[in-house]
């Protein structure tokens, strides 16, 4: 990790005070950075102080050993217990949650990490954009995010396919911002046709957050597929779907009126 990252440390005296936490200010600090996940940041202050995630939550008598859970609500006495052992403000700590969500953002931000950048995960970075569903690229070097499980290695994904998903990505954090819900609809109509597709079971908004790229990948692309020609059209129209593909979308559209 950057050296640079550790800030020196500080007399335990240099603590806010916090009416009924016993301060135990860890020896060594890490300053959060911007879009640091708090989670992110909890194993950076662990890996500083050479404990690992559950050790530092069991220290901060935090009673959760899984720094993720705090993601999305870290209660008042959590968020100072971690403030005065990090010897930073409560709010600090708070500013590292997700803020509040519309329930269609909300519907496509992963409760826990499916995706990362390669190359700030080595820095030990978990950065809170690579939770939304839409997120394609890292905001902070431009690489592109790869999901954390997956059967396809890297090089076996057609510059064709990521070509597209990365589109259907941009419409989808569109349609997961836009006022009214029709574009949304729309594009998770596109997602469960694809997963009728690939026989992939379960909740259209989860299949975009998957954490195999078999599956986030194809469905990102239908996305942009189903943007570019509605889907009837693209059954007949579109070279570039197999024939089974044809079949299985002419077939799911007979049942529609
Ligand atoms: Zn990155």
Redesign the pocket.
């Known amino acids: 990790m950057d050296a640079g990252l550790v800030a020196p440390c500080e007399p335990p005296s240099a603590a806010p005070e916090v009416p009924g936490v016993k301060p135990h200010p860890l020896p060594k600090t890490v300053a959060p950075l911007p879009d640091e996940l708090l989670s992110g940041w909890l194993s950076r202050l662990a890996a500083a102080n050479y404990c690992d995630d559950a050790e530092l939550l069991a220290h901060l008598r935090i009673d959760t050993a899984h720094g993720t859970a705090l993601d999305f609500n870290v209660d008042a006495a959590a968020a100072a217990k971690i403030a005065n052992a990090a010897r930073v403000n409560p709010d600090v700590v708070r500013s590292l949650t997700f803020p509040a969500m519309t329930p269609r953002e909300a519907s496509l931000t992963a409760q826990m990490p499916f995706q990362h ?5 080595r820095e030990g ?1 978990s ?1 809170r954009h690579w939770r939304r569903a839409w997120a394609f690229d ?6 592109r ?1 790869v999901q954390t499980l997956g059967k396809l290695r890297e090089e076996q994904i057609s510059g064709k396919l990521i070509y597209r998903a990365r589109r259907g990505a941009g419409m989808l954090e569109c349609a997961a911002r836009s006022r009214g819900p029709k574009q949304l609809r729309r594009a998770m109509r596109a997602v469960t046709f694809a997963m009728s597709l690939k026989t992939f079971r379960g909740d259209p908004s989860f299949a975009v957050q998957n954490p195999r790229s078999e599956v986030r990948l194809f469905c990102l692309a239908a996305i942009a597929a189903a943007r570019s020609h509605p889907l009837a059209k693209a059954a007949i129209v579109s070279k570039s779907i197999d024939d089974y593909a044809r079949v299985a979308l002419l077939r799911a559209f007979e049942k529609e009126p």
């Not at 950048?117 to 995960?121: D, K, P």
């Open positions: 950048c390669m190359q700030c995960a970075l950065l890292c905001q902070v070097c431009g690489t995010l």
